[in-house]
């Protein structure tokens, strides 16, 4: 029997709302599994009064669903102590039947952020989250990096650890010899110390993940391989190098996850009803000036793990395009439509003159071109703002009325993003929390639920 692997992938660049969709769909999943990136992604989900900020953790452990931290992380232990005391707290139990990290994980020590800062200039420009990303990712690629494996037996890591540090040592005084800057330089005992203290508390959850998502798929499960960042965060396909170190596509899942292809059987893209940036890099639609603020702060544009103001335009169909062939979503989740309400007209970008005097409706693929275009839009009749608890009626209608009971402009609008990107839409949000989704379709109830993404899905 093979079970399901459904993807679920930022289409633009991040924090389109992955983490509500992720929690609603693990209802009816057994595994939810993080596949790439680490302590900088921010992930916000709202179950009734209360709210989680997750950054490491998969979001299914706020529902006590089996959950798993992937060969394709970077983990830093400091943060993900943090991250489960914070949840224990808040009353959910984590233990190591709920969450297994992958022994081949890479680890990330303070030296790597150290590392960040003392590039200060390159960081600074490509606005990293600081969390040690970057260098992580360049030790797994240099072959020279920690993994899970040697932080969790502490008798490996009291022998490996100082070597390491040594060697990092060397790099950042160097690295902050020619910026200038003056990164702290972690000491070699505290940190053997405090991380031999976080291995004997993180020791139990180390697994082989890839194995077990195989066998849970064998055994006809099913599996969320849940994105971190965005799809033009890609280190490959995305604005590089404003780009985060890993894959955050949907093919992101299978080397991160350890899967073959054949294992995904959906891949649902999560958009944003406008587009937002935090961090620098080429961003053709972006808004500047009243309406900039206006969006800001009607859509509590802040970063969830740097607290940045994000950078807000309106939705490029020419990159969601793109995002459809990069990622193959076989259907979209469109967030914060009820956000929108207020502003008129909404534009959406449709294509590009490049500065060779040339059109395309194709993103382009050298970023230098990014910040010389002449962005073309199609313009559409607003809608009105509406209050939660209207945009909350809208959303019980739409449980028998499908994407009907939206108010005539905002259905137009999900109609145009539909049509003009190709990703077949399944639900619309109009509000953080779980009652404030309209499905394509009416209601998503168990059972209903597979066979509706059945229709949607690439076979
Ligand atoms: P890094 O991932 O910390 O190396 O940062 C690289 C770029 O990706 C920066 O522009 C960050 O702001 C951006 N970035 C990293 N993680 C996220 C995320 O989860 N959401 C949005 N942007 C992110
Ligand atoms: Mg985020």
Same mark, same amino acid.
């Given at each position: ?39 900088? #992604?921010?992930? @916000? ?27 394709? $992380? ?40 150290? $590392? ?38 502490? @008798? ?21 010899? %020619?910026?200038? %800057? ?13 991380? #031999? #203290? ?10 082989? %993940? ?21 799809? +033009?965060?890609?280190?490959?396909? !995305? ?15 299978? *080397? ?12 649902? !893209? ?14 053709? @639609? ?25 950078? *807000?335009? =309106?939705?490029?169909?020419? $990159? ?8 193959? +979503? ?30 395309? @409706?194709?993103?382009? %693929? ?24 209207? =945009? ?6 739409g449980?028998?009325l499908g994407f ?22 399944a639900? *619309? ?10 499905w394509a379709n009416g209601s998503r109830?168990?059972?209903h639920?597979?066979?509706f +993404?059945?229709t949607?899905?690439?076979?």
């Amino acid at each position: 029997m093979k079970g399901n692997g459904i993807v679920v992938v930022g289409a633009q660049f991040g924090d389109e709302g992955k983490g509500k969709i992720v929690d609603m769909l693990a209802e009816s999943a057994d595994v939810i599994v993080r596949y790439a990136g680490g302590g900088n #992604a921010g992930h @916000t989900i709202v179950v009734g009064e209360r709210t989680f900020k997750l950054h490491l953790l998969p979001s299914g452990v706020v529902r006590g669903k089996r959950s798993l931290m992937a060969a394709g $992380m970077v983990i830093d232990p400091r943060l993900l102590a943090q991250e489960l005391d914070e949840l224990m707290r808040a009353g959910i139990t984590i233990d190591p039947l709920i969450l297994g990290i992958d022994v081949r994980a890479h680890l990330i020590l303070p030296h790597h952020q150290s $590392m960040e800062l003392a590039r200060s200039a390159s960081t600074k420009a490509i606005g990293t989250t600081g969390k040690g990303i970057g260098p992580a990712y360049e030790d797994a690629a240099a072959r020279s990096g920690l993994r899970f494996a040697d932080f969790a037996d502490k @008798t490996r890591l009291a022998a490996k650890l100082p070597a390491y540090a040594a060697a990092k040592k060397r790099v950042i005084e160097a690295e902050a010899m %020619a910026s200038g %800057a003056t990164p702290s330089i972690p000491g070699d005992e505290s940190v053997l110390e405090e991380y #031999a #203290a976080l291995s004997q508390r993180l020791a139990p959850y180390a697994c082989d %993940a890839s194995a077990e998502i195989n066998e849970s798929l064998g055994a006809g499960r099913t599996v969320i391989f849940e994105g971190a960042q965005g799809t +033009f965060l890609d280190k490959s396909f !995305g604005t590089y190098p404003f780009v985060t170190s890993s894959h955050p596509l949907s093919g992101g899942a299978c *080397v991160g996850a350890g899967v073959g292809p054949s294992s995904l059987t959906e891949v649902h !893209g999560v958009v944003k009803a406008y587009s937002t940036r935090v961090g620098g890099g080429p961003f053709p @639609t972006e808004l500047a000036g009243d309406v900039a603020d206006r969006l800001v702060e009607a859509g509590k544009e802040f970063g969830t793990t740097t607290g940045r103001r994000r950078r *807000v335009g =309106w939705l490029d169909a020419c $990159m969601l395009s793109r995002s459809q062939q990069l990622n193959g +979503f076989t259907c979209g989740h469109l967030t914060k439509l009820d956000v929108l309400g207020g502003f008129s007209p909404l534009l959406i970008a449709t294509s590009y003159t490049l500065p060779d005097g040339s059109t395309t @409706t194709l993103f382009p %693929a050298d970023t230098e071109l990014l910040d010389h275009l002449i962005v073309h839009y199609t313009e559409l009749p607003g809608f009105d703002a509406l209050a939660p608890s209207q =945009w909350r009626e809208v959303a019980r209608l739409g449980a028998s009325l499908g994407f009907a009971a939206l108010p005539p402009a905002a259905r137009a609008y999900v109609h145009a993003i539909g049509e003009l990107t190709g990703i077949p839409l399944a639900s *619309v949000s109009v509000g953080p929390g779980r009652d404030e989704v309209i499905w394509a379709n009416g209601s998503r109830e168990e059972g209903h639920a597979d066979a509706f +993404f059945k229709t949607l899905s690439l076979e």
